[in-house]
């Protein structure tokens, strides 16, 4: 019963201790990868850990839509205001 508890703690902290990189993943971040290397070297220290849980949520995910920006010209080939 006790090898039980302890396997069951050992996930939760692994879980808890992967959290910076599981937010990233999910939210497409570019910078995953380097904030998955983060957590793995720093993530032991909380300063580490916070440090990659902040980056993970920042807005950096993604590849922003680009707008297409059509020729402001009519067919006759003249500029349209």
Not at 15 to 25: C, K, L, N, R
Request: without cysteine; charged residues 10%.
């Amino acid at each position: 019963m006790e090898a039980v508890l302890v396997i069951a703690a050992a996930g939760v902290a692994i879980g808890v201790y992967f959290i910076p990189s599981f937010v990233a993943g999910r939210r497409n971040h570019r910078n995953a990868n380097a904030i998955l290397a983060l957590n793995l070297l720093l993530g032991w220290t909380f300063l580490g850990w916070a440090i990659a849980l902040i980056w993970a949520l920042t807005a950096n995910t993604g590849s922003a839509p680009v707008e297409s920006q059509s020729d402001s010209r009519s067919s006759d080939g003249n500029h349209v205001l």
